[in-house]
């Protein structure tokens, strides 16, 4: 059982760091991407709940830096709120996009708390440590590196 997590956990890291290495190299680093750059999720409320004059927040905080669109989801399903960079620029170099230095991937998260608030009207969040302190480890480290930057990873 142990081998079966540690295979699973180096494919994850492998895959991880080969998108963030090349995000356009495979059909992975492209899911939820239109081909015209729009990043999109789909809101439980129906499309005249979603008031693009008055965006929430986090979209909010882009200003005019970001287009933003909203139709209604494929069979009736809520609303597609669509995101995108009006500077779209190609992908930055490894070592900055792992850094955080990634637009792209600040707006994939802003959309998902967007996405929050118009559903809930509260951006959910984890408590990282119920209580007490970790013994650092290599493993550890790495996992919680990986947890701050799955924020604006989405799923790829």
Known sequence: MATDTLTYLAGAVVGRVRSLVDPTGSASATAGRTAAGWLAVTVLRDPGDVDLASLPAPLAEFGHRIEVRADPAPAGKGTELRARLRDRRPPGPAPARLAGADPEADLRSA?????????????????????????????????????????GAGVR
């Open 111 to 151: 959309l998902r708390r967007a996405k929050q608030l118009l559903e809930v009207g509260a951006v959910l969040t984890v408590d990282p440590v119920p209580h007490g302190r970790r013994t650092a480890t290599p493993g550890g480290a790495l996992l919680e590196a990986w947890t701050r930057g799955a924020a």
